[in-house]
């Protein structure tokens, strides 16, 4: 399985931050991961952020549900984070992985992770 991200490097404080994960040699319907999102800001350590499952179930990180979305494209075997309101706090290197622990951001055998994609929000 593959992921790649993809989306604007530079996003201004208030605006919606959206990354798009394109998966390949898996299906995001059928595959039994949890489709995730997980990011790392500068000198911190790795946060996640939230998942969808092949079942379409949405799971948000309770301290970021207010402005996180996520959202899928069946037919482009993609999914997509929006993050709304965003501020210089939200400058991160933005992971996308299929996981099969809900919530995990250790990286176990088994799992799969995109190469990250850096964003940074500054005006």
């Known amino acids: 399985v593959q992921l790649q991200e993809s989306g604007p490097g530079l996003v201004k404080p208030s605006q919606t931050l959206s990354l798009t994960c394109t998966v390949s040699?898996?299906?995001?319907?059928?595959?039994?991961?949890?489709w995730s999102w997980i990011r790392q800001p500068p000198g911190k350590g790795l946060e996640w952020m939230g998942a969808?499952?092949?079942?379409?179930?949405?799971y948000y990180n309770p301290s970021l549900k207010s402005r996180t979305s996520i959202s899928r494209d069946t037919s482009k075997n993609q999914f997509t984070l929006h993050l709304s309101s965003v501020t210089p706090e939200d400058t991160a290197v933005y992971y996308c992985?299929?996981?099969?622990?809900?919530?995990?951001?250790?990286?176990?055998?088994?799992?799969?992770w995109g190469q990250g994609t850096q964003v940074t929000v500054s005006s």
């Open positions: 969808i499952m092949t079942s379409g179930s949405i």
């Open positions: 992985a299929a996981v099969k622990v809900l919530g995990t951001t250790t990286r176990r055998d088994g799992d799969y």
């Open positions: 040699g898996g299906s995001i319907t059928t595959s039994d991961y949890f």
